[in-house]
């Protein structure tokens, strides 16, 4: 199966920094999720991106379906130490879902 | 609250024993998934079902087996040919036709 390409694998910031991930993919994708996981948890929508093109904010959460639908980003502005976990990319064909690797964020107080 | 629950969250087991995780959903979804979680590595599917009494393999079936009696339930049975089962599982759904997947809280299987 297909996994997405997902980058950095972990980031280490201060408190109050902006941080910025991607995903990319071979293959295009109908939809582009972005979730966050906290530690022995299940991963939480963050947002859901329907067209090529769009950008969609969600509070500090920015992120852009690319235009080829092969890529997305998720910049998250002024951090803060709750921000700290796992961020997933997922893409959307058919019925089925496909995940990056996950980026590991770090928030220094 | 609708919502996906799985259960238990921490299970051991003896290796050569099989095992059911649950997954209960009360979201009306139609399709449920579950996916294998370990570290430094994105999700894997094991099964998924779009209707009641169908299902399909994903990419790492080998050693899991599932049922789906009925729509919101999907429970997922990890047997003693899986060669490495202790990691963290995952069940998911959707409604099928929309493009959104929502998690459970996980289940942590450890074999010993």
């Known amino acids: 199966g297909q996994q997405l390409n997902q980058s950095p694998q972990s980031m280490f910031i201060q408190e109050g920094e902006d941080v910025s991930m991607n995903c990319t993919s071979s293959?295009?994708?109908?939809?582009w999720l972005w979730y966050k996981q906290d530690p022995g948890e299940g991963p939480v929508l963050l947002i859901a991106?329907?067209?090529?093109?769009e950008l969609t904010s969600n509070g500090r959460l920015t992120a852009q379906f690319g235009i080829t639908r092969k890529d997305s980003f998720l910049n998250i502005s002024a951090s803060i130490p709750s921000d700290v976990g796992i961020y997933f990319c997922?893409?959307?064909?058919?019925?089925?879902?496909?995940f990056g690797t996950g980026t590991s964020l770090t928030v220094i107080p | 609250d609708g919502g996906i629950t799985q259960s238990p969250k921490y299970l051991f087991r003896k290796e050569g024993q099989n095992v059911t995780l649950s997954c209960e959903q009360n979201?009306?979804?139609?399709?449920m998934y579950w996916y294998r979680q370990d570290p430094g590595q994105g999700l894997r599917l094991i099964y998924y079902?779009?209707?009641?009494?169908?299902?399909q393999k994903g990419d790492i079936a080998e050693g899991y087996s599932v049922s789906r009696e009925k729509k919101e339930s999907f429970p997922l049975t990890v047997t003693s040919a899986q060669k490495n089962p202790t990691a963290f599982y995952l069940c998911?759904?959707?409604?099928?036709?929309?493009?959104?997947?929502?998690f459970g809280q996980g289940t942590r299987l450890t074999v010993v």
């Open positions: 997922a893409g959307q064909r058919g019925n089925q879902f496909y």
């Open positions: 991106l329907y067209k090529a093109g």
């Open positions: 979201l009306n979804h139609d399709a």
């Open positions: 079902s779009q209707i009641v009494n169908d299902f």
């Open positions: 293959s295009i994708f109908n939809t």
């Open positions: 998911a759904s959707s409604i099928i036709g929309e493009t959104e997947a929502f």
